[in-house]
């Protein structure tokens, strides 16, 4: 099983947070004009996790942070993110996720 996701999961003030990264990312700085993007371990975490952890997290989650073309695709291919609420930083792909609930 292949773990290309990085992620790290806390709670704060009442919500789940999930940041989540293609692995190869982690520690590397994305810049494009004005955005700047730091893939750091202390907010991405250093957990490698499958595909299925990852999934299974943004379903407990209540905000998430995603980085990198693996995690984005795959929140978007399981309906958590809309493709076009995806921006890109020197052509990596971002998305967060928040989660309304009622």
Do not use: W
Request: glycine share 4%; net charge negative; proline share 2%.
């Amino acid at each position: 099983m292949s773990e290309r996701i990085t992620m790290k999961m806390v709670h704060t003030q009442g919500e789940i947070v999930l940041a989540a990264a293609d692995s190869e990312l982690i520690n590397r700085d994305i810049r494009e004009g004005k955005l700047h993007l730091s893939v750091s371990p202390a907010f991405y975490g250093d957990t490698n996790v499958s595909d299925a952890t990852f999934l299974s997290s943004m379903g407990l989650c209540t905000i998430a942070n995603l980085v990198g073309k693996h995690v984005v695709d795959l929140a978007v291919r399981n309906d958590f993110v809309d493709r076009e609420n995806i921006i890109y930083i020197d052509r990596v792909p971002h998305a967060q996720f928040a989660k309304i609930i009622e």
